[in-house]
């Protein structure tokens, strides 16, 4: 069984590339400055990107100096473009589900991943794969969607019996699949709690350095009132860990 | 400035001295289990427990060997009870507020507190002054009420647009004072986000070891199906952390 690959479904594509982070890149992700300072300077470094799309944070690792990058991602669609705005030795890509690769021991000093994890199923086995492949002292650095995010029935906000603006959480601690409607319908994620993704990297044998819980802050918000919002629920869960030495 | 004191007030402490946990102990708390797995073999160890109220985790350290226990807490009527069901010499009592607590260095083996750093007004000060206490190798356990719980104005369950039970969270990265009836009206806690006390444990010098969000199991749902609610919004926060080595 493989998890959906809902983005080489053309209607979700289409949307999905009209992101801001997708037509600006990196510098449209809100959450990219707090997700920069979670890496480790990448020149000279080799460095895997897992889940790398349209190759947005390949092409910056190779800007930054990094000595090879890998991209890897499931959609066939958007690595096509990803090789297309490629033109570097130094970047390669690979067509893989996630749930499924492999990778060379101690061939890698960081491996990113951002905003992809939520679509696996086996967590503890890419966990394993990316420990195995981390060299000791090398870094692992991830975002996902928020779990306070992910987990409710109903992913809009709603008004309390008392007139406030709510997040309306259920099933917190209840893991497992849900089915969203993002560009189109029955988009599937897997919601995992903030500890499992906390544990899952400790146990596969790296040691924590930081979490972040991210909401646009203030200066965002001045812009973008909407984006209040993210106080009330976090929208992204960011990790840094780095693999303890043998 | 000192935390409330809430302990000391008569209404309140006739109050929570009725709850499962303070009539029958540890085992009258549905998360010891959960903590008890966090902690080392206390055979021997010093161990400290901060907010230790009537002295319940005192008495069991001391009955597993511990071969000296401090006790600390702010409320005097707590600690005039502990000391009186207390007979053993291993253990003795201290009346601070935490908030101003100094501990000698290294003179510790394990660092416990069950249920109180929400009341804190100054956490690092406290993980500073734990982390130079803990000796390297040393252990820090602690539990305090989850942030999904502390969070919202309101701490009382709705009922969704769509006729579902939800736990109507808001302000959730918003941290700070919260005041809320228990026992009586106005106690305050303070709102910490998960990250916050994630990221305070390691840069004190501990080692992320693991993290619990705890919540009822389907055992005892079976038995006591409000319980289910917390599988909605988990109760508790459960950390276990190592002193790293200098």
Tied chains: 1, 2.
């Excluded at 492999?102 to 394993?128: C, G, I, K, N, P």
């Excluded at 029935?153 to 497992?176: A, C, H, K, M």
């Amino acid at each position: 069984m493989a998890a959906q690959n809902i983005y080489d479904d053309p209607d979700f594509l289409a949307g999905y590339a009209t992101l801001n982070r997708q037509v600006h890149g990196l510098d449209g992700a809100a959450e990219w400055p707090e997700l920069k300072k979670l890496l480790p300077d990448l020149a000279g470094k080799r460095v895997a990107d897992l889940g790398c799309g349209f190759g947005w944070f390949s092409r910056w690792a190779e800007q930054q100096g990094a000595a090879s990058v890998l991209g890897v991602d499931v959609s066939t669609k958007m690595l096509e473009r990803a090789e297309a705005e490629t033109d570097s030795a130094t970047v390669s890509y690979r067509c893989i589900d996630l749930d499924v690769l492999e990778l060379d021991a101690d061939a890698y000093d960081v491996v990113f991943s951002s905003l992809t994890l939520h679509y696996l199923l086996d967590l503890d086995r890419l966990m394993a794969t990316m420990a195995q492949a981390v060299t000791p002292g090398g870094s692992l650095v991830f975002s996902v969607e928020h779990p306070i995010f992910s987990a409710p029935t109903s992913q809009q906000f709603e008004t309390s019996d008392d007139g406030n603006r709510i997040w309306p959480l259920d099933n917190y601690l209840v893991e497992g699949k849900r089915v969203t409607n993002w560009f189109v319908d029955g988009v599937v994620k897997q919601h995992r709690t903030v500890a499992t993704y906390v544990n899952a990297v400790i146990d596969a044998g790296f040691i924590l350095d930081r979490i972040v819980e991210f909401g646009s802050p203030a200066s965002a918000v001045g812009e973008n009132p909407e984006q209040r919002d993210d106080w009330h629920r976090p929208w992204f869960l960011l990790l840094g860990a780095t693999r303890a030495s043998d």
